[in-house]
């Protein structure tokens, strides 16, 4: 199948000090029983082992379509642009180096573009949850997680498309500029919103990608992730002023809080408390409110010991209410 037909698909893995993980990440774009015409990696300034690693599989499969371009470190957003400039497919693919997929996951990418039509940019597909400690979370593949169509309005849900999921139509991503370098965070979430103003999305029913939670993946406060987050969606509103009409500025503005509460919620019971305090900074300095956001200002009037006391005397006398 060659660079020019409609179902040719390059691979666009940016990878930082990918090991250990790279290895699993390139045999699954390997092993897709649809084989893409290139699998680029963006090498973005590794320290470790990752180049020579890319260059051994490019030795070992010489008919896999492996490339590594290396450049100085620039980010995430940046390195992906790198990818998606060397790619000459109809469709990008984003892949990252601790995350895997199932073997026909482009292949029933290509069938639900297929279905959807041209004016589909974006199919994206379920996601399992893989932790440090063994546990394996599948994901709902319904409710919020399934975004198809015309979907600016659910991408103000709190939960997001799994973006090592994603396969984007190159044109598309050439006509919104690619992402945006600036985010340092929620770069995937101001591509999707971008995206969603010039074309549909299409969803795979499926658990095809596999997602690693781990303890050396971005580690920034809840806060400035959900900062970034809302950024995008204000850039959407500032840049779109139509759509944002049509799905109502008090909507998203209710969105905006509702996820900060989602959040809230989150930071409180898991005892994350000054995240939990810097969170509802955030919503002040945002002018952010809801009757759940007044919720969780009243229990931030506790100092921590005292939460942490009912901890202990919760802990101590399990039937004490």
Not at 152 to 160: F, M, Q, V
Not at 207 to 228: D, T
Not at 235 to 262: C, E, K, M, W, Y
Request: with cysteine; hydrophobic share 40%.
């Amino acid at each position: 199948m060659g660079a020019d037909s409609e179902n040719s698909v390059s691979v666009v893995i940016p990878c930082y000090n990918g090991l250990p993980y790279l290895p699993d990440a390139l045999d699954s774009a390997i092993a897709q029983t649809y084989k893409p015409e290139q699998i680029i990696v963006v090498d973005d300034g590794s320290s470790d082992q990752s180049p020579q690693t890319v260059r051994d599989y490019a030795r070992d499969h010489p008919d896999a379509g492996i490339e590594l371009i290396q450049q100085a470190n620039a980010g995430e957003p940046a390195a992906r642009n790198t990818g998606i400039n060397a790619a000459h497919s109809r469709w990008v693919a984003a892949l990252d180096t601790d995350d895997w997929w199932e073997p026909r996951k482009l292949a029933m990418q290509l069938d639900a573009a297929a279905q959807a039509g041209p004016e589909c940019v974006l199919v994206h597909t379920g996601v399992t949850h893989h932790f440090d400690d063994g546990r394996v979370d599948p994901k709902p593949l319904d409710g919020p997680a399934r975004r198809v169509g015309r979907c600016t309005r659910e991408l103000l849900e709190p939960s997001s498309i799994g973006h090592p999921s994603i396969m984007v139509r190159r044109d598309a991503l050439q006509r919104i500029g690619g992402y945006d370098a600036s985010f340092k965070q929620a770069c995937d979430i101001d591509l999707y919103f971008r995206l969603s103003a010039i074309g549909t999305f299409a969803f795979v029913p499926k658990h095809l990608l596999h997602y690693r939670i781990h303890a050396n993946q971005m580690s920034a406060s809840q806060a400035e992730q959900i900062g970034y987050h809302h950024r995008a969606v204000h850039n959407f509103v500032r840049d779109h002023p139509d759509i944002a009409d049509q799905i109502g500025r008090d909507t998203i503005h209710q969105a905006l809080a509702g996820h900060v509460a989602v959040k809230l919620e989150s930071l409180y019971w898991k005892r994350r408390l000054d995240d939990f305090r810097s969170l509802l900074a955030y919503a002040q300095e945002q002018g952010l409110d809801s009757p759940d956001i007044q919720l969780w200002r009243k229990r931030a009037r506790w100092p921590d010991w005292v939460i942490h006391a009912k901890d202990w005397v919760g802990n101590a006398n399990p039937t004490a209410s």
